[in-house]
């Protein structure tokens, strides 16, 4: 009987220690990943924001918000230039 209870408290004892180990290496593991997080901030505030924000500009929605007369104007003007375009294309 005693080697039995012996070997059942050490089966315990090794589930506590495993226990323990998993417990101490989740915590262990929350603090690197904080620590790696708080590195990774302190580096990208080292870095200018100009260097991975776009500068603002007008961007593509101006041109998709035109009034009709800007319309036809663009598109007569296209249409001339593809004119001119084939007029030089034949006198070649």
């Known amino acids: 009987k005693k ?14 220690l495993f226990n323990c180990i998993q417990k101490s290496t989740a915590m262990n593991l929350t603090d690197v990943v904080r620590e790696h997080a708080a590195f990774f901030d302190n580096l990208v505030e080292l870095i200018p924001a100009k260097y991975y924000v776009p500068a603002e500009t007008k961007g593509d929605w101006v041109k998709y918000k035109r009034s009709a007369s800007e319309k036809a104007a663009s598109k007569m003007a296209a249409k001339e230039n593809s004119k001119k375009a084939k007029r030089m294309k034949v006198a070649l």
């Open 3 to 16: 080697v039995q209870q012996l070997e059942e408290e050490a089966v315990r004892g090794e589930r506590r």
